[in-house]
């Protein structure tokens, strides 16, 4: 066997193999490597729907379109929302929602509040290049959460806190009283 003919060299043959693997392996974690990550400047947030909504078959509806909500223990509110990110990018998405409230007692909470978290913080974003649809609802569940006055709920980029979108309510607890003790819905004797 000669040597002299590089091609057919046991060694060059063996580099040949290193090399293809080696590619292969290259392609192989660029493909894993997946979308690039978001640009938290690129985000495009959207309130698609805001109102009451009511539990119906297990799952929350949106039941009137409506920036005042009776301030009644029982009552859900809140937004439906989107966020675009741009074509060829993934993971997680660079925001995170929150309530902003009148002060309040939360029970295991050593002192009152006047924001709560609203959701994760960085939502996955669809692998297909879509739109990440959420939902945020505020739940009146006890008498003690009864507080009137504006209820916002604010999506906030991670990197800088910017409120990207948000949406206000107006909870009014004397008009939900007044409405209660009202002359129509007293029982009159003698009729």
């Known amino acids: 066997m000669s ?5 057919r060299s046991p060694h060059v043959h063996g580099v040949r193999q290193g090399i293809r693997a080696l590619l292969l392996a290259i392609g192989a974690a660029l493909t894993a490597c997946g979308p690039d990550p ?3 400047e690129r985000i495009e947030p959207n309130v698609v729907a805001y109102g009451e909504f009511e539990i119906r078959d297990g799952h929350p509806v949106l039941v009137v379109r409506t920036d005042s909500v009776p301030c009644e223990v029982g009552r859900l509110f809140g937004v439906d929302f989107e966020i675009g990110v741009p074509q060829g ?3 997680p998405i660079p925001v995170q929602a929150f309530w902003v409230h009148p002060e309040l ?3 295991g909470v050593p002192r009152a509040v006047r924001e709560s978290p609203a959701g994760p913080r ?3 974003s669809p692998d297909d290049g879509s739109r990440f649809v959420g939902r945020s609802l505020w739940a009146i569940s006890r008498p003690e959460e009864r507080r009137s006055g504006r209820y916002e709920w604010q999506l906030r ?5 910017r409120v990207l979108a948000s949406h206000a309510f107006e909870l009014d607890c004397a008009a939900s009283d007044d ?3 009202s002359p129509q819905d007293v029982p009159r004797e003698g009729r």
């Not at 040597?3 to 091609?7: A, C, G, L, M, R």
């Open 105 to 107: 007692a939360i029970e």
């Open 3 to 7: 040597y002299s003919d590089s091609s």
């Open 38 to 40: 978001i640009d938290p």
């Open 89 to 91: 990018s993934g993971g």
């Open 179 to 181: 409405r209660a003790t």
């Open 157 to 161: 980029r991670t990197t800088d806190g």
């Open 122 to 124: 960085g939502p996955e």
